[in-house]
Structures are given as structure tokens and as C-alpha cells.
């Protein structure tokens, strides 16, 4: 998808669109690229997995740009057109709950949701939060993770604007740098195996999340695993095709580049 334009002059059309992990009141959020994103892809069903709102950011230190509110504009404006959205509060814009409540009508308010694809697999979608008792992680080292985290966010973020302004196209350096330390590596895994296990326990066929700012489509022991990525490193959506086809977008370059594609269809829910 080409920068600021719809992709060869008209709209991708998806039966499904996902989105997790934006950070709207975040500073390093990059909510540009995602109304650019918007402005190229229709979809019937538009699904908000968590973490839309940084209200913990918002608490620390007020910030928000005209880009921020267009995102908000622009997912309303397609309800209105007749898009069903679902939002699904994350960690991060859980005390909104209340005002998601008093959005009632204008979106759907769920902790957790099941998305029936149009192959008739049954996706047990949550944000992921509901794991993070379960992870194995010393304190000190999540401590250092975090604080080494920050740090790597706003070089990413000053290299893409960078890049932005000489017309470049966005690079994840956030994403390539967290994925080559062993630690973080691990701690992934970790989460997408407890995921795709909690999904399997309940009988469902797959797991729709995001929370870990790690987008991926794979097979875990048979259960489908979807992490849509987010706004703030990746850049990246989880989109479900008309006949049921689901792919993890990147924006990065005309048009939308498929990260990866699901492998042959997980069985039909009974």
C-alpha cells in the first residue's frame, strides 16, 4: 500500500480486518502510517484486539496529535458506513471500559469473543493480557527488559521518521533488534504456546491476540495461532479474505506485503 494513497487506485476488501496494540496517547505510537494503512483496505468486520487507547501513558504524560484523533474518526466513520466493530480492551485502555460502555451502538464491548472465519473455524479472540500470571520471567530482568525496551523504541521511532521525511519506506528495526536477543526470543514462545493451549483446552480451532507488539500465523500442536503485531513497532494487521483466508499485512511498500499465510485450513468447527 503505497504511501498516503489506496492501493492501485482502489481499496483491499477483507472480510476481516484486526487490529491490536495502536497506543493512541502514546507518543511513540505511529499512528500516521495506520490512517495510511485505513485509507486502502474495506472490510465488513473490523475488530480492535486490545490496547487501542494508552491510558497508562495518557496518565504519565498527556499526548495526543491530530493523527491520533483521525484514527478514531476513521473507525467510527466506517461504522457508521455499516462496518460491525468489535473492540476487545487490552491492558492498557482496560479503565476505559467504562466509556467503551457508554460507546454501546456504535461498537461491540467484549473481554473475550469468538470469530467464526468464513471456512467455519471457530478463534477464540482475547488481547492476551490474561497470561501474563502465567509467564515465567524473573522481575529483574523484566525490569531491565522494560527499561531496555523504551530505549529501543525511540531510536525506531526517530529512524522512521527519518526515513519518513526522505520518503523511505518503514523499517522495524524495534522488531529486528527484539527478535535477535535470546531472552526476548524465549519469552515469546512462551506466550504463543500458552495462547494456542488455552484456545485448545476450550475447543476452539485457533487464537486471535495481540499484546506482545510479535506478529505471527502459525501452527501450535494443531491449534491455529494469529497475533496481529501493533501500530508502535511492527506495523502489521491480521486480515481474514472473503473466502476465509487469513494473512498478517506489513506496512512498509505498495501494495500490503503477506507475512505469512495460514497452511492448509484447520477442520471445520462441529
Given at each position: 500500500?503505497?504511501?498516503?494513497?489506496?492501493?492501485?487506485?482502489?481499496?483491499?476488501?477483507?472480510?476481516?480486518?484486526?487490529?491490536?496494540?495502536?497506543?493512541?496517547?502514546?507518543?511513540?505510537?505511529?499512528?500516521?502510517?495506520?490512517?495510511?494503512?485505513?485509507h486502502g483496505i474495506e472490510a465488513e468486520c473490523i475488530v480492535l484486539v486490545g490496547d487501542i487507547?494508552?491510558?497508562?501513558?495518557?496518565?504519565?504524560?498527556?499526548?495526543?496529535?491530530?493523527?491520533?484523533?483521525?484514527?478514531?474518526?476513521?473507525?467510527?466513520?466506517?461504522?457508521?458506513?455499516?462496518?460491525?466493530?468489535?473492540?476487545?480492551?487490552?491492558?492498557h485502555d482496560e479503565s476505559l471500559g467504562m466509556l467503551a460502555q457508554m460507546l454501546q451502538g456504535?461498537?461491540?464491548?467484549?473481554?473475550?469473543?469468538?470469530?467464526?472465519?468464513?471456512?467455519?473455524?471457530?478463534?477464540?479472540?482475547?488481547?492476551?493480557?490474561?497470561?501474563?500470571?502465567?509467564?515465567?520471567?524473573?522481575?529483574?530482568?523484566?525490569?531491565?527488559?522494560?527499561?531496555?525496551?523504551?530505549?529501543?523504541?525511540?531510536?525506531?521511532?526517530?529512524?522512521?521518521?527519518?526515513?519518513?521525511?526522505?520518503?523511505?519506506?518503514?523499517?522495524?528495526?524495534?522488531?529486528?533488534?527484539?527478535?535477535?536477543?535470546?531472552?526476548?526470543?524465549?519469552?515469546?514462545?512462551?506466550?504463543?504456546?500458552?495462547?494456542?493451549?488455552?484456545?485448545?483446552?476450550?475447543?476452539?480451532?485457533?487464537?486471535?491476540?495481540?499484546h506482545i507488539h510479535r506478529a505471527n500465523l502459525r501452527h501450535i500442536a494443531g491449534t491455529l495461532?494469529?497475533?496481529?503485531?501493533?501500530?508502535?513497532?511492527?506495523?502489521?494487521?491480521?486480515?481474514?479474505?472473503?473466502?476465509?483466508?487469513?494473512?498478517?499485512?506489513?506496512?512498509?511498500?505498495?501494495?500490503?506485503?503477506?507475512?505469512?499465510?495460514?497452511?492448509?485450513?484447520?477442520?471445520?468447527?462441529?
Amino acid at each position: 500500500m503505497a504511501s498516503g494513497k489506496p492501493m492501485h487506485g482502489s481499496r483491499l476488501s477483507v472480510r476481516t480486518l484486526f487490529l491490536s496494540d495502536i497506543h493512541l496517547g502514546f507518543r511513540l505510537a505511529r499512528a500516521r502510517e495506520l490512517n495510511e494503512f485505513l485509507h486502502g483496505i474495506e472490510a465488513e468486520c473490523i475488530v480492535l484486539v486490545g490496547d487501542i487507547i494508552d491510558a497508562l501513558s495518557l496518565a504519565r504524560r498527556a499526548f495526543w496529535s491530530a493523527a491520533h484523533t483521525q484514527v478514531v474518526r476513521t473507525l467510527l466513520a466506517r461504522q457508521r458506513a455499516g462496518t460491525r466493530l468489535v473492540y476487545i480492551p487490552g491492558n492498557h485502555d482496560e479503565s476505559l471500559g467504562m466509556l467503551a460502555q457508554m460507546l454501546q451502538g456504535q461498537l461491540e464491548v467484549h473481554r473475550e469473543w469468538v470469530h467464526r472465519t468464513a471456512r467455519g473455524e471457530r478463534l477464540l479472540v482475547l488481547h492476551g493480557d490474561q497470561f501474563d500470571g502465567s509467564m515465567v520471567c524473573p522481575r529483574w530482568l523484566s525490569r531491565l527488559g522494560d527499561l531496555l525496551h523504551g530505549v529501543m523504541l525511540g531510536v525506531n521511532h526517530q529512524v522512521n521518521n527519518v526515513r519518513r521525511a526522505l520518503g523511505r519506506p518503514y523499517f522495524p528495526l524495534a522488531e529486528r533488534l527484539k527478535l535477535s536477543v535470546g531472552t526476548s526470543v524465549r519469552y515469546i514462545e512462551q506466550f504463543e504456546q500458552l495462547a494456542a493451549r488455552h484456545a485448545a483446552m476450550f475447543g476452539y480451532d485457533g487464537v486471535v491476540c495481540g499484546h506482545i507488539h510479535r506478529a505471527n500465523l502459525r501452527h501450535i500442536a494443531g491449534t491455529l495461532y494469529c497475533n496481529t503485531g501493533d501500530w508502535v513497532e511492527s506495523c502489521t494487521a491480521l486480515i481474514e479474505s472473503p473466502r476465509g483466508q487469513l494473512e498478517l499485512l506489513r506496512w512498509h511498500s505498495p501494495p500490503p506485503a503477506p507475512l505469512r499465510s495460514t497452511a492448509p485450513p484447520v477442520a471445520d468447527a462441529a
